[in-house]
């Protein structure tokens, strides 16, 4: 499985070149692209296995997924691309496979790096990323310090995330706020917490899309998820491609959303 390009000099116009027959690509209102969308990237075991091959190679194709939908997202001017990677449940597979997916996550960031860099990508990190095996963990701080002064897309990888893990994490901090005298528990409000979650600074998910079917949010942003649309679709995650993005985008742009108000 090819992993490692040197780089992508596709346009706008050049990436989104021919778009399947059926998919309304024209009625794209590209002035209204979600600010933050957000992939649950679930399948890639069930893709490998009805192909007869191992998981570790439905996780390596998953990343040639993920390469391009963040190059979609990119080219989309997409402000925010989330996507969740390793779930803090996930450590209850077989050591073999977290092993492995820990190896490819240090493997493929070595190898994606130049062309994070080159288009301008900032990264950064949901979850605990301090818990992870050292080469993993080293390369993703290289990999956050150098993309640290990035200006374009942020692109929030959830490792070793869990919403749960994550909104404990937040009222441990506001409690060490308050036992310090930096804050009041008068003045916790809601931002207050949005400000000790990992995605602090980040606008909430408008659109969140999970592959492989599941109806089901397996503890993934509980708390920015409560007005984001969801799209969910039976494809696995490695035969989810740029054209499946526009679906979403097109299903998204469809909805009305209304924020506990009544429609217009
Ligand atoms: C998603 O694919 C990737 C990770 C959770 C790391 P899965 O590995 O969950 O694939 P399925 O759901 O077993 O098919
Ligand atoms: C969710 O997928 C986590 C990631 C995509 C990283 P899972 O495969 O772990 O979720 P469940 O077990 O089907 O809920
Ligand atoms: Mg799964």
Not at 28 to 46: K, V
Request: charge should be negative; glycine fraction near 8%; proline fraction near 4%.
């Amino acid at each position: 499985m090819a992993v490692n390009h040197v780089y992508d000099d596709s346009t706008f116009e050049t990436f989104f070149a021919n778009p399947p027959e059926g998919l309304e690509f024209d009625a794209l209102d590209r002035s209204r692209i979600p600010r933050h969308i957000s992939c649950i990237m679930d399948g890639n075991g069930r893709w490998a296995t009805a192909q007869g091959l191992s998981r570790g190679e439905g996780h390596k194709a998953g990343i040639v997924s993920l390469r391009e939908i963040i190059t979609a997202c990119v080219r989309l001017g997409v402000e925010v691309m989330s996507a969740y990677a390793f779930s803090t449940e996930n450590w209850h597979r077989p050591a073999a496979e977290v092993n492995l997916l820990m190896h490819l996550f240090a493997q493929t960031f070595v190898d994606e790096l130049p062309l994070l860099k080159r288009e301008n990508v900032r990264v950064v990190f949901l979850g605990d990323i301090s818990a992870l095996p050292k080469r993993t963990r080293e390369v993703f701080e290289y990999g956050l310090n150098e993309t640290a002064h990035h200006t374009g897309m942020v692109l929030a990888l959830a490792v070793n995330y869990g919403a749960r893990a994550e909104l404990a994490r937040a009222a441990r901090l506001l409690a060490e706020d308050v036992a310090a005298g930096r804050t009041t528990p008068d003045a916790i409000d809601e931002a207050a917490v949005a400000s000790k979650l990992y995605t602090a600074g980040l606008p909430d998910p408008e659109l969140i899309i999970r592959t492989s079917g599941e109806l089901r949010l397996s503890n993934y942003l509980l708390w920015q998820a409560a007005y984001s649309e969801f799209y969910i679709t039976s494809t696995y995650w490695p035969d989810f491609d740029r054209w499946g993005l526009i679906d979403a985008i097109l299903t998204y742009q469809g909805r009305d959303r209304r924020f506990g108000g009544i429609h217009e």
